[in-house]
T-cell receptor, first 115, second 113 residues
Framework: EAGVAQSPRYKIIEKRQSVAFWCNPISGHATLYWYQQILGQGPKLLIQFQNNGVVDDSQLPKDRFSAERLKGVDSTLKIQPAKLEDSAVYLC?????????????FGPGTRLTVL | SQQGEEDPQALSIQEGENATMNCSYKTSINNLQWYRQNSGRGLVHLILIRSNEREKHSGRLRVTLDTSKKSSSLLITASRAADTASYFCATSLIYNQGGKLIFGQGTELSVKP
C-alpha cells in the first residue's frame, strides 16, 4: 500500500513570495490533515478535511494560508505572502475513519525556509 | 497552552537500557496516541490507548494511561540505536467528533550504541 505522498520535499523562498504544497493521501482515506511543525515543537493542526469539506480550520491563518481538497482526494496548501515565521515543516496526514480519531498516516513533509 | 506535555524533553541512554517517557494532559480525552519521528521524516504511529484502557503492549512498547491523573507513559524496553528519534503523545479530546489530535512538544530520545 502506497503511503502519503507530498511534494516538494524542500522549498526555499524569500519573504512575501508565494508557495504551494501538494499532498496525495492513502487511497480510500476520507480524512486529510495539514500540520505545521516548527523546529523543536510538536505538529500543530492547520486544517482538516473530511472528503471535500472542511471540518476544522480554526488555527489556519486565513489572511495568508489557503487549502483545498478537490474531488476528495489530493490537496494543496498555499501560503501567500510568506513571512519569516512560516519557516517550518508542513506535514500532510490521512486517516481512514470518519468522525473519530484513529491512526493518522503521515507523509514525509515539506521543509519550508523563508529568507 | 499545550494539551499534552511530555517529560523529559530529552533523554540519553545506552543500548539495552529501558526508556520511559511521560505525557500529561489537561482535559478529558477519548484516546491518547504515541508517535515516533525520525530526524527529517514524517511521524509514524506507534500505539493508541483508549480512555477505558489502562495498559497496552506492542512488541517492546508498553503504554499506560491513568485518566485520574491525566497522564500516560511510554516504555521502550531493551532499547536499540534505531530507537533514536523524537516521541510525541497526541490526545483526542472527548467532545471532539472530528478526530482532531493535539500533539505535545515531544521527547527527544538518543540511544547510544
Amino acid at each position: 500500500e502506497a503511503g502519503v505522498a507530498q511534494s516538494p520535499r524542500y522549498k526555499i523562498i524569500e519573504k512575501r513570495q508565494s508557495v504551494a504544497f501538494w499532498c496525495n493521501p492513502i487511497s480510500g482515506h476520507a480524512t486529510l490533515y495539514w500540520y505545521q511543525q516548527i523546529l523543536g515543537q510538536g505538529p500543530k493542526l492547520l486544517i482538516q478535511f473530511q472528503n471535500n469539506g472542511v471540518v476544522d480550520d480554526s488555527q489556519l491563518p486565513k489572511d495568508r494560508f489557503s487549502a483545498e481538497r478537490l474531488k476528495g482526494v489530493d490537496s494543496t496548501l498555499k501560503i501567500q505572502p510568506a513571512k519569516l515565521e512560516d519557516s517550518a515543516v508542513y506535514l500532510c496526514a490521512s486517516s481512514l475513519v470518519v468522525g473519530v480519531s484513529d491512526t493518522q498516516y503521515f507523509g514525509p513533509g515539506t521543509r519550508l525556509t523563508v529568507l | 497552552s499545550q494539551q499534552g506535555e511530555e517529560d523529559p524533553q530529552a533523554l540519553s541512554i545506552q543500548e539495552g537500557e529501558n526508556a520511559t517517557m511521560n505525557c500529561s494532559y489537561k482535559t478529558s480525552i477519548n484516546n491518547l496516541q504515541w508517535y515516533r519521528q525520525n530526524s527529517g521524516r514524517g511521524l509514524v504511529h506507534l500505539i493508541l490507548i483508549r480512555s477505558n484502557e489502562r495498559e497496552k503492549h506492542s512488541g517492546r512498547l508498553r503504554v499506560t494511561l491513568d485518566t485520574s491523573k491525566k497522564s500516560s507513559s511510554l516504555l521502550i524496553t531493551a532499547s536499540r540505536a534505531a530507537d533514536t528519534a523524537s516521541y510525541f503523545c497526541a490526545t483526542s479530546l472527548i467532545y471532539n467528533q472530528g478526530g482532531k489530535l493535539i500533539f505535545g512538544q515531544g521527547t527527544e530520545l538518543s540511544v547510544k550504541p
